[in-house]
């Protein structure tokens, strides 16, 4: 198994920048595929695929939503991946979650490891 635990959120005003890490736990960060979720707030609302990277941080992909503004990167000798967020808009205003997936398949009911989640705010 592994933890997960985010953190970086916050409200920022449309056109910044905020960048989002989480950290896991255990010797085993390197077996896991890594992505970025997120989920809008208020009821019926679904969690959806941000970006992804593969075991070695070699491979990437993203919802096309936010490609060309987010970046996301991971340091298996630190245990941590980040998410960069440039150009934020209103409607990236989300919870961001964190996910350890063993398959490369960035579902949300991929079986997998969820952190707690952090907030981000796009507000001005």
């Known amino acids: 198994q592994v933890q997960l635990v985010e953190s970086g959120g916050g409200l920022v005003q449309p056109g910044g920048s905020l960048r989002l890490s989480c950290a896991a736990s255990g010797r085993t960060f390197g077996r896991y595929n890594m992505a970025w979720f997120r989920q809008e707030p208020g009821p019926g609302s679904e969690r959806e695929f941000v970006a992804g990277v593969d075991r070695s941080g070699g491979t990437t992909n993203y919802a096309d939503s936010v490609r060309g503004r987010f970046t996301i990167s991971r340091n298996n000798a630190e245990n941590t991946v980040t998410l960069q967020m440039n150009s934020l808009k209103v409607e990236d205003t989300a919870v961001y979650y964190c996910?350890?997936?063993?398959?490369?398949?960035?579902?949300?009911?991929?079986?997998?490891?969820w952190g707690q989640g952090t907030q981000v705010t796009v507000s001005s």
């Open positions: 996910k350890a997936i063993s398959l490369y398949h960035f579902g949300v009911n991929t079986p997998g490891f």
